[in-house]
């Protein structure tokens, strides 16, 4: 059984990410906040990394923000921090660098 945090509802992954497609969602990720890893959907992993290859597997550390902008990384962090401790979903807005060095 996966626990959907959005509302407390369960869904299957499946649907919720076939959900998040129709509305034009960049990418998904699971966050084991308590083991410091993340996994990433191929979207998240391009986006967040720079590197789609790194999509379906657990990454960690500075490696799972890599594409994140410097002057993002921090707020972003304790943005993350914050909602693990009071649960729910997580909306954010931050720049990422792209391999060719453009901010997006």
């Known amino acids: 059984m996966r626990i959907n945090a959005i509302n407390g509802f369960t869904e299957e992954l499946d649907r ?3 959900d998040l497609d129709g509305s034009c969602v960049v990418g998904t990720w699971v ?4 083991r ?3 996994t990433y959907d191929e979207g998240a992993a391009w986006l967040l990394t720079g ?7 657990e ?6 923000a890599a594409a994140v902008h410097p ?3 921090e707020w972003l962090a304790t943005h993350m921090r914050q909602a693990a401790k009071v649960g729910g979903l ?3 807005e931050y720049r990422v660098l792209a391999p060719d060095g453009a901010v997006h």
């Open 90 to 92: 997580v909306l954010a």
């Open 51 to 57: 590197d789609p290859d790194l999509a379906d597997r």
């Open 31 to 34: 966050w084991d906040h308590i």
């Open 16 to 18: 919720l990410r076939a």
């Open 71 to 73: 002057d993002d990384q």
């Open 36 to 38: 410091g890893v993340v």
């Open 59 to 64: 990454i960690a550390g500075l490696e799972a």
